[in-house]
């Protein structure tokens, strides 16, 4: 039991972040759900070749499953992003804008403009 309790102890601010931030989930059911078809491909990318392209399928992974769960098509969104930072059109200092929650509720802004003018 002591072991237990100096653990809560320990973890105590990650273990009560959400009282803080509402934005935060007081459990991990959605990222478990999202990360699902991740742990079904587990045994396929066993064998990736190597430990920097096992890296590289875990931040892409990571990535398709953070648009899914702000509700972008991971498809659109890595296109535009990769393009908009091949092109230089997003400065180093500007790329938080291209998070799937910026990028989203930038396109939604750009598209209530576009209503509002027609």
Known sequence: LGKAVSYALNHWNGLAAFLEDGRI???????ERSMKSVALTRKNS???????????????ASLVNTAKL?????EVWLADVLERIISGKVPANRMDTLFPWAWKAEREAIADQERRAA
């Open 70 to 74: 702000n509700s972008v098509d991971p």
């Open 25 to 31: 989930e007081a459990d991990s059911n959605v990222v």
């Open 46 to 60: 066993l064998f990736v070749g190597n430990e920097r392209v096992g890296k590289s399928f875990a931040v892409l």
